[in-house]
Every structure is written in structure tokens, then in C-alpha cells.
């Protein structure tokens, strides 16, 4: 089993920055990939960005050049800075796992982007 906490939402204006946090514990060593989706009401959770256990990172269109995922593997932390923000990108950003035990997944953090 993994368990995932995320930490780091908020309000912030639209332009302006926030860094989301994700600690892992468990079984850390059947993790292969980590990553953020976020999810909007009434619409179905999308990939953000990935990063791999050997540093392959993967993200959705809109986040390119815009955020960036990093991974702490001393701290079992992964990270997601998001830069530029727009309104659009408002949701709750949840953390996931994925490894040889399956996929796991955090309890969310909201990211809210108004003026």
C-alpha cells in the first residue's frame, strides 16, 4: 500500500504562482510513476503532469512551459510548481501513484485562480 497527502493549494491571482506538494509512505519501492490530474465538477479528471523513477516527464498541453513536476526520492516528495496561472486552471489537484500494488491516489487539494 501507498499513501498519498497533498499539501499546497490555494488561492492565488490569476498570473501568479503555486508550488503543490505530494508525500509518499508505504510501499514507496513499487512505484514507478507519480504524477498530478485535476479535476473539474461535472468533468473527468486529466492528467497534469508525470514523471517517471528513471526522470521522464510527460505533461498535458496547456501546462507546458508553464509547470513543471520534480520528485524528492530522499524525501519521498513530488512536487508540481505552477507558473502563469489562469482561471482555467481552477480544480482540485490530486496526486497519484502507480507501481507494481496498482494505482493509488491523494485526497485532492483545491487550486483556486481569481482575482
Known amino acids: 500500500q501507498v499513501q498519498l497527502v497533498e499539501s499546497g493549494g490555494g488561492l492565488v491571482q490569476p498570473g501568479g504562482s503555486l508550488r503543490v506538494s505530494c508525500a509518499a509512505s508505504?510501499?514507496?519501492?513499487?512505484?514507478?510513476?507519480m504524477g498530478w490530474y485535476r479535476q473539474v465538477p461535472g468533468k473527468q479528471r486529466e492528467l497534469v503532469a508525470s514523471?517517471?523513477?528513471?526522470?521522464?516527464?510527460n505533461y498535458m498541453d496547456s501546462a507546458k512551459g508553464r509547470f513543471t513536476i520534480s520528485r524528492d526520492n530522499a524525501l519521498n516528495l513530488v512536487y508540481l510548481q505552477m507558473n502563469s496561472l489562469k482561471p482555467e486552471d481552477t480544480a482540485v489537484y490530486y496526486c497519484?501513484?502507480?507501481?507494481?500494488?496498482?494505482?493509488?491516489w491523494g485526497q485532492g487539494t483545491q487550486v483556486t485562480v481569481a482575482s
Open positions: 497519484y501513484a502507480y507501481g507494481s500494488g496498482g494505482t493509488y
Open positions: 508505504g510501499s514507496i519501492f513499487s512505484i514507478n510513476v
Open positions: 514523471l517517471t523513477s528513471g526522470t521522464t516527464s
